[in-house]
């Protein structure tokens, strides 16, 4: 089953400021696009241009990619991964994942897809890793080792 890639996944991969973020991200992108074990939806795209293009101060106020090369990176993105988009049901859903499990709304609305399309696991930084929001498990795709290594089942066969 398909893994939903949260913004910070695609944004890393691009962010020279966390050496070991970025390989993690270009890992988890190359390895989940020869496998088709993941999707993206539209808003990550979209949150992917704007945070790549946004000055950073660390940069010395450069984006870390500039206008054309986000729009092409996002493109070739979109040639790559299955696109989900919202829908009435996903927003009916990020509203209630708002309520119930206090998510900001950007994040529920990622949630909401996943949750919507019956995927299974979220892969994104912005969740609790481990934690089943609904149906969906939330995994930290950069947690070091250490960390929790197998994630239990969501149901009992």
């Known amino acids: 089953m398909a893994s939903l890639v949260d913004t910070n996944v695609l944004v890393y991969r691009f962010d020279p400021r ?89 994040d529920a609305q990622i949630w909401a897809v996943a949750e919507v399309h019956g995927l299974a696991e979220l892969l994104s930084e912005d969740f609790q890793h481990g934690r089943h929001y609904g149906r969906v498990r939330a995994v930290n795709p950069f947690v070091e080792s250490g960390g929790v290594h197998e994630l239990p089942a969501l149901y009992e066969a």
């Open 18 to 106: 966390d050496p070991t973020k970025q390989r993690r991200a270009t890992a988890v992108l190359e390895q989940g696009i020869a496998a088709q074990s993941i999707v993206v939806a539209q808003q990550s795209l979209l949150e992917f241009v704007a945070a790549v293009t946004r000055p950073q101060r660390a940069l010395g106020g450069e984006p870390l990619l500039p206008m054309p090369q986000a729009l092409l990176e996002a493109e070739d993105l979109m040639t790559q991964l299955n696109v989900l988009y919202p829908s009435r049901d996903v927003l009916v859903t990020a509203m209630r994942g708002t309520a119930a499990y206090g998510l900001a709304w950007f």
